[in-house]
């Protein structure tokens, strides 16, 4: 005999509304908070190692990072650590609601209020404090974690979306936009700080901001630069924590720098860990081997571009670029970052010459910001000398408009700059920058 709907209803509403928790938890962790899942991970590492249980189990409250560590593991892998947070949900409202019946009060109408412990658990203790009140925080979570998946359209429609306030922020949007081989063409749409937009020192960051630095001084060439930056970060961690990606960076930064002792050391520790295990294994079987170092296709490339001076304190950061750039014409990065550095410093010589010892832009059309910069540099140093570089007649109309305005009202922010093309342009930048230099920010 069938059921009649209403005995369905009362039988299955409780096994949906726990499957409604399961699953919500499982997509606010892959959407909206997979940034948060990577800032667990890389504070943790867990290792599958006799030592390093009974070393938890020995310290002061051990289980307990034990156990988060072992969690946070899987968090490496987006949809796998959703599913592992959704269990742990779904698992603790069954828990509670298992303890109730054995008390005798799994009243039905309790059943709802077993979700509460799950999901203030969820907010409180999954979301960082810091994440939910601070959007300065929350920002440079985000754009680490896009930094490391390398998601660059993602970084480039937030910045567009909503402006960054850090500068965290900044120098993801940057480096996207170099990665898409349009730093140059089109850098000067998003907003701009100056050359701390691109690299910064570690001493002035706060310790999140070291691992995606790191990622981008790494890809750059600066390896020693991408090292100090990830053992600074590694230093900070609470507690003596150890993080997997802090870890693996090292080892790459030193095999890359011919360290073999010291990247074994590091390559041993990940060789017990999960999902880093199989990459340090691979990584072992480069220690002491040039040859095989250098057929790497990461390690290899990172191994010819590289700074070759140890001391990369001792230079200035557009040194180090044109260094790069100068040793390995295959570093086109390093070229970008080179010009865009020149650009932000408001270097115009500088960019000239570059653009003088670069044959290409003249053989063929340059980005937008270095033809903005040529063709306003010579409108007001070179008004009878031809341009060095062809320059496209809608740049060059908007770059003549730009400086008769200002000449005209004397105001260099004037309201009618500061829309489209004039507020995408070096020269908007420009007068920008000069205000801040004279204000002695």
Wanted: net charge positive; charged share 20%; glycine share 6%.
């Amino acid at each position: 005999m069938k059921k009649p709907l209403t005995q369905k209803i009362r039988n299955g509403w409780k096994p949906l509304l726990t499957a409604l928790l399961g699953v919500g938890v499982f997509f606010a962790c892959l959407l909206p908070y997979r940034a948060v899942m990577n800032y667990h991970e890389q504070r943790h590492m867990f290792r599958w190692t006799g030592y390093y249980l009974r070393e938890q189990w020995a310290a002061d409250d051990g289980w307990r990072e034990f156990f988060v560590s072992f969690v946070t593991q899987f968090f490496h892998i987006g949809w796998l650590g959703a599913a592992v947070v959704a269990l742990l949900a779904v698992a603790l409202q069954l828990c509670i609601w298992w303890c109730l019946k054995k008390m005798r009060l799994g009243r039905s109408w309790l059943y709802p209020l077993t979700l509460i412990p799950s999901l203030a658990l969820f907010y409180y203790g999954f979301i960082p404090s810091e994440y939910k009140t601070d959007n300065q925080v929350r920002e440079a979570v985000d754009y680490d974690y896009l930094v490391r998946a390398q998601k660059w359209n993602a970084i480039l429609r937030r910045s567009w979306n909503h402006p960054p306030e850090t500068t965290n922020g900044i120098w993801a949007t940057n480096y996207a936009l170099a990665k898409k081989g349009l730093l140059l063409e089109k850098m000067f749409h998003y907003k701009q700080v100056g050359p701390d937009g691109l690299l910064m020192d570690a001493v002035r960051m706060d310790p999140l901001a070291l691992y995606s630095l790191s990622d981008i001084a790494l890809d750059l060439g600066m390896v020693n630069s991408a090292d100090r930056f990830a053992f600074d970060a590694k230093q900070r961690l609470p507690n003596n924590h150890k993080s997997g990606r802090l870890y693996q960076r090292l080892a790459e930064t030193n095999l890359v720098n011919g360290n073999d002792k010291v990247a074994r050391k590091y390559l041993d520790i990940l060789r017990s860990t999960l999902f880093y295990g199989a990459w340090a294994k691979k990584a072992i079987n480069l220690y002491g081997n040039e040859q095989a170092l250098k057929s790497d296709e990461r390690l290899g490339r990172l191994r010819s571009f590289r700074q070759k001076e140890n001391d990369e304190l001792a230079y200035a950061k557009d040194q180090m670029l044109e260094e790069l750039a100068r040793e390995n014409p295959e570093n086109t990065l390093a070229a970008d970052y080179l010009m865009a550095y020149k650009l932000l410093r408001l270097d115009l010589e500088g960019v000239t010459q570059l653009v003088q010892e670069r044959t290409n832009y003249q053989q063929q059309r340059a980005p937008k910001a270095v033809q903005e910069c040529i063709a306003g540099h010579w409108l007001l140093s070179h008004p009878n000398d031809s341009l060095p570089i062809g320059i496209d007649q809608s740049v060059f109309e908007t770059t003549v408009n730009y400086m008769n305005t200002i000449n005209t009202t004397g105001n260099r922010q004037d309201p009618s700059l500061d829309t489209p093309p004039y507020n995408q342009s070096y020269w908007h930048y420009h007068a920008w920058a000069t205000t801040q230099l004279r204000q002695g920010k």
